[in-house]
């Protein structure tokens, strides 16, 4: 089982909610990221947790707020976004972060600020 | 600051031709090299990684080559069809530092 799951697949939001977006794997992996991709974009890194430690914030907005509660989910958390953030956020899981092994990523949520 | 540059940008092939994707990178201290698809609207889907050690991989019609000194990598797709049109995205992992992805070859086979 090489699978991220990632949801909801579908987010619209105003920009006075409070939402999150969940990821979860059970590869065993202790390194687990997120993601944001625009449109004709590669993606760009947000936040790597390794072993259950957030060890890189590739300085995002505190309005971005990660979580990983245990080994095998990951939550981003989103409260007073932006229009500008509507996005496709991408969950992606690997054996721990730095040691050169296959990235696994998800479908996916799309999320749109209105 | 690793940069890592793919050409073309954009390539449409017919149906049946074996093609060649290029992507560079400026920073020769990598752990692995990895090689992604990616279809309109979806995730990425990871088709083949390249230790830094390895020169090349391959699986079924595809083969990714590396060359770390000069900083280069090909991805090299046989008969392809229209199947394969998709982005294909290249990611580089050094030290401490996860993915930096080009941005990407969008790739059309016309039938």
């Known amino acids: 089982d090489t699978e991220v799951t990632q949801t909801p697949k579908h987010l619209v939001m105003g920009m006075t909610n409070k939402k999150s977006l969940k990821c979860e794997q059970h590869m065993g992996h202790r390194a687990m990221y997120w993601y944001k991709q625009k449109a004709k974009k590669p993606p760009e890194l947000m936040f790597v947790?390794?072993?259950?430690?957030?060890?890189i914030n590739e300085s995002v907005p505190s309005r971005f707020s990660p979580e990983c509660p245990n080994s095998s989910l990951l939550n981003l958390h989103l409260h007073a976004l932006q229009p500008e953030d509507s996005a496709l956020y991408l969950c992606?899981?690997?054996?721990?972060?730095?040691?050169?092994?296959?990235?696994?990523f998800g479908e996916g949520s799309w999320l749109t600020v209105v | 600051k690793q940069e890592v540059t793919q050409i073309p940008a954009a390539l449409s092939v017919p149906e049946g031709e074996n093609l060649v994707l290029n992507c560079s990178f400026t920073d020769s201290a990598i752990y692995n090299l990895q090689w992604f698809r990616q279809d309109p609207g979806k995730g990425l889907t990871s088709l083949l990684l390249?230790?830094?050690?390895?020169r090349e991989q391959t699986s079924g019609r595809l083969n990714a080559s590396l060359d770390k000194s000069s900083g280069r990598s090909t991805l090299y797709i046989a008969a392809s069809q229209p199947g394969d049109s998709a982005t294909y995205l290249c990611?580089?992992?050094?030290?401490?530092?996860?993915?930096?992805f080009g941005k990407g070859t969008r790739l059309s086979v016309i039938a």
């Open positions: 947790y390794s072993y259950e430690k957030l060890s």
């Open positions: 992606a899981s690997s054996r721990p972060s730095g040691s050169g092994n296959t990235i696994y």
């Open positions: 390249i230790q830094s050690s390895q």
């Open positions: 990611a580089v992992i050094g030290g401490n530092t996860p993915l930096v």
